[in-house]
């Protein structure tokens, strides 16, 4: 192992090299006049990956965005790794907010910063490094592995479960490495034990035929964009507590033991606050912040319209409103049954004089929990405890990365999730970064990982 951290460290200017090649590709993957770039960053993967010592480095054609996969199973008897991630990026809106150019990386106080660079495309590379070092050095690797590196991950990967029903002889792996997740801070790494999953509605509410002239009619006709406001009010309590009838009801509720190791984990709330520019938290008073982010459901309205809205005055009462409303899952939930509870409230609270119709989005994902007893968790407990000299710290994540959970449901491959990006990489914002202490250390351990994960 000592050889293969020595080829890392002599190496580390191609490294960053090639990370700033893979983000010069504007792989927005909801943006259609990208396709070129998406299918010339696959191949680059590809490339990549057949020229570090993988075997059989593919380009899959989908009805969306390709997928790459490559292998090396040249261990038998040991343990098979599946290292997933995504070369998709998210729109750069909006651009005038960003320091420098979003596809032309530059380092600044020891951060890279560009779109992708700490989701996903910085920790993708991380394993395809640490795979590389490995058989430059040694000719061999102490595991099996197979990538898997998908472009339509910020749309929900609409075509990977399908990928997967059809690949499973391929994929076959019994353990899924997922880095697509944060440290806790600098030097200080972190394991991801928990995700929220998601499901999003868009609702629509409709009065009269047409828009009306409001005092004409004012007083006399439901006001769509108003009778939307009341029906979304009903959804939480002044408190944020969900009061959808039995959308609760299956909630994992958390052991004394659970909650007890959430208030160990030094989390300064005032200090999170400030980050994101608020005067203080909201939400259920009865439980903590983390337990709040991490393992209470939630849901959110992320946008809200109808009538008019341009400069000036115009006096309408509208036609119709609308709103989207996504919901963060808490582990043993489904979306398919939040779904279902949300859109038959709101069905039952619309006001007479308008109707609703509510239609499921696509996309979403179940919610996950690091299985108990996951012997791997060990391994990479003390993969990442050598190299950031600091043992881990097990967190949660109130975000969802759902092929997590098809891993499980249609692989049956539990997974690990051991995530290199820091709380202000700014992922989906202007400024996006990663910060380079993380992803050469960060190699280091994923290099210890593998021959952990051997024993």
């Given at each position: 192992?000592k050889?293969?951290?020595?080829?890392l460290?002599?190496?580390?200017d191609?490294r960053?090299?090639?990370l700033?090649?893979?983000?010069r590709?504007?792989?927005i993957?909801?943006?259609?006049?990208q396709g070129?770039?998406?299918?010339e960053?696959a191949?680059?993967?590809?490339?990549?990956?057949?020229r570090?010592?993988?075997?059989d480095?593919?380009?899959?054609?989908?009805?969306g965005?390709?997928?790459v996969?490559?292998?090396?199973r040249g261990?038998?008897?040991?343990?098979t790794l599946?290292l997933y991630?995504h070369?998709?990026?998210?729109p750069?809106?909006p651009l005038?907010l960003?320091?420098?150019p979003?596809?032309?990386p530059?380092?600044?106080?020891?951060?890279i910063?560009a779109r992708?660079?700490?989701?996903?495309?910085g920790q993708?590379l991380?394993?395809?490094?640490a795979v590389?070092?490995?058989l430059?050095?040694l000719g061999?690797?102490p595991?099996?592995?197979?990538?898997?590196?998908?472009?339509e991950e910020e749309?929900s990967?609409?075509c990977?479960?399908d990928?997967?029903?059809?690949?499973?002889?391929?994929?076959?792996?019994?353990l899924?490495?997922?880095?697509?997740s944060?440290?806790w801070?600098?030097?200080?790494?972190?394991?991801t034990?928990?995700l929220?999953?998601l499901v999003?509605?868009?609702?629509t509410v409709t009065?009269?035929?047409r828009?009306?002239?409001?005092?004409?009619h004012?007083?006399?006709?439901?006001?769509p964009?108003?009778m939307l406001?009341?029906?979304l009010?009903?959804?939480?309590?002044?408190?944020?507590?969900i009061?959808?009838?039995?959308?609760?009801?299956d909630?994992?509720?958390?052991?004394?033991r659970?909650?007890?190791?959430?208030?160990?984990i030094p989390f300064d709330r005032?200090a999170?606050c400030?980050?994101i520019?608020?005067?203080t938290?909201?939400?259920?008073a009865?439980?903590?912040?983390?337990?709040r982010?991490?393992?209470?459901?939630t849901i959110e309205i992320n946008?809200?319209w109808?009538?008019y809205?341009?400069?000036?005055?115009?006096t309408?009462l509208?036609s119709?409103?609308?709103?989207?409303l996504?919901?963060?899952l808490?582990p043993?939930?489904?979306p398919d049954?939040?779904a279902?509870?949300?859109?038959?409230h709101?069905?039952?609270?619309?006001?007479?004089g308008?109707?609703?119709?509510?239609r499921?989005?696509a996309?979403g994902g179940?919610?996950?929990?690091?299985p108990?007893g996951?012997?791997?968790?060990?391994a990479a407990?003390?993969?990442?405890?050598?190299s950031?000299g600091?043992?881990?710290?097990l967190?949660?994540?109130?975000?969802?990365i759902?092929i997590?959970?098809?891993f499980?449901a249609?692989?049956?491959?539990?997974?690990?999730l051991?995530g290199f990006?820091?709380?202000?990489?700014?992922p989906?914002?202007?400024?996006?970064?990663?910060?380079?202490?993380?992803f050469?250390?960060?190699?280091?351990s994923?290099?210890?990982?593998?021959h952990?994960?051997a024993?």
């Open positions: 192992m050889a293969i951290l020595e080829h460290s002599a190496g580390q191609g960053l090299a090639q700033t090649e893979f983000l590709f504007p792989t993957s909801c943006d259609p006049g070129g770039a998406m299918g960053c191949a680059w993967l590809a490339g990549l990956l057949a570090s010592g993988l075997h480095a593919r380009v899959h054609a989908t009805s965005h390709p997928i996969t490559a292998s090396w261990a038998p008897g040991r343990p599946l991630g070369y998709d990026v998210q750069v809106d005038e960003w320091l420098s979003p596809f032309e530059v380092i600044r106080n020891e951060r910063f992708g660079a700490m989701d996903d495309k993708v991380m394993h395809i490094h590389a070092a490995t430059a050095t061999r690797l595991v099996n592995v197979v990538f898997l590196i998908e472009g749309i990967s609409p990977l479960p990928f997967l029903r059809a690949h499973g002889e391929l994929l076959q792996a019994d899924a490495l997922v880095s697509d944060y440290m801070d600098e030097g200080i790494p972190a394991i034990t928990s929220r999953g999003a509605l868009e609702v009065g009269p035929d828009d009306l002239h409001s005092g004409t004012g007083g006399a006709v439901a006001n964009v108003e406001a009341r029906m009010a009903t959804l939480k309590d002044a408190q944020g507590r009061l959808v009838p039995g959308f609760l009801d909630v994992y509720q958390p052991s004394e659970e909650r007890a190791a959430l208030l160990a005032e999170y400030r980050r520019g608020i005067a938290d909201w939400g259920e009865d439980y903590g912040l983390l337990e982010l991490w393992l209470r459901p946008g809200m109808g009538g809205s341009g400069p000036g005055v115009k309408v509208p119709r409103a609308h709103a989207k996504s919901m963060r808490a043993d939930q489904t049954l939040a279902d509870q949300v859109t038959r709101l069905h039952a609270v619309t006001p007479p308008v109707t609703v119709e509510v499921r989005l996309g179940l919610p996950w929990r690091l108990p996951l012997s791997a968790l060990d407990k003390r993969a990442l405890s050598e950031f600091r043992d881990p710290l967190v949660g994540e109130g975000a969802s759902p997590v959970g098809d499980q249609l692989l049956g491959i539990p997974s690990l051991v990006g820091l709380p202000d990489s700014a989906h914002s202007p400024n996006e970064n990663f910060y380079l202490p993380g050469h250390v960060g190699t280091d994923l290099v210890r990982m593998l952990y994960l024993e």
